[in-house]
């Protein structure tokens, strides 16, 4: 006997859409069928008139973090207590957050402590990418191994700084050599690297150019963030990728209009890096960092 059958719902499931029950033991759903083949079960719940989906997976958060847009307001973004409610109640049941590694921090300390604000303040299922940021010790590389043992395979470095220099905002930027290393320890460890990829010197200069002409509005962000400087700094990633054997992991291209020579570039490189930070097809990443972190946890 099952756990839970749910039955008369519109299920919507890899292979199609029907009018099928659920049946669920523990927290695995075991089975998915017509109504006359649904084991029985302790309990039922009448799905009838409604539609039955998966929960979604939110790929990319950023809860209770330093807001580097307005550092001068000395504010941090929702909190898991806060930010998951919304989530539950939008049928998102795991989220993937980050835990940012600066120069100074020890990474295993900074997990732990990203962990325990989690902890029991969390409505749905989570996990973290580990992100790293400035000119970290080389030491802190020897570490990913480990890390991606414990259930945390996904990686994420920046190749400019985002935004423009201010004294409360931290440098976010890896310089190369440093995404190197760190590209051929995830790729021989099976992890999954995500660069955001844009060419630095161009966004700083953008930013600077702009400020003194006055054009600060937000309608002039994509002219600061062009797409010049994210195919140069395409190049240069897949250039290090291809050198660094990361063969696998999920490319996604933000700029429409350069996804077929962007693509045939990866191709070529037979590289395998996800070269921004958007989007739902990210999934993968989600669906290999909550695998690893449920079996961390076993």
Request: neutral net charge.
């Amino acid at each position: 006997m099952l756990d839970l059958v749910i039955r008369g719902g519109q299920v919507v499931a890899p292979h199609g859409v029907g009018n099928w029950s659920i049946g669920v033991q523990g927290e695995k759903i075991v089975f998915v069928g017509p109504d006359e083949q649904a084991p029985q079960a302790g309990r039922t719940v009448d799905a009838t008139g409604k539609i039955v989906v998966p929960g979604g997976i939110e790929p990319h958060a950023h809860l209770d973090i330093y807001d580097l847009t307005n550092p001068d307001a000395g504010k941090s973004t929702l909190g898991p207590e806060e930010d998951t409610r919304g989530m539950a109640y939008g049928g998102t049941t795991t989220h993937l957050d980050f835990c940012f590694i600066e120069p100074g921090m020890d990474v295993v300390q900074a997990i732990e402590s990203r962990a325990a604000r989690w902890k029991g303040q969390s409505y749905v299922d989570y996990s973290f990418h580990i992100g790293l940021m400035g000119a970290l010790p080389l030491g802190v590389f020897d570490q990913i191994p480990d890390v991606i043992k414990q259930g945390f395979p996904s990686f994420k470095v920046f190749t400019t700084d985002v935004l423009p220099p201010h004294p409360r905002r931290i440098k976010v930027r890896l310089d190369l050599g440093r995404i190197q290393l760190a590209m051929e320890k995830v790729a021989k460890n099976d992890g999954i690297m995500v660069v955001h990829a844009e060419d630095d010197e161009l966004v700083q200069f953008n930013y600077e150019r702009f400020a003194a002409e006055g054009r600060t509005e937000g309608a002039n962000l994509h002219l600061v963030h062009t797409k010049l400087s994210e195919d140069l700094a395409f190049d240069r990633v897949i250039r290090l990728a291809r050198a660094s054997g990361a063969h696998r992991a999920l490319r996604q291209v933000r700029v429409t209009s350069f996804w077929r020579p962007i693509a045939w570039r990866v191709a070529m490189a037979r590289t395998v890096i996800v070269l921004t930070v958007a989007g739902p097809a990210l999934s993968t990443i989600c669906q290999r960092t909550v695998k690893r972190a449920s079996e961390a946890s076993e």
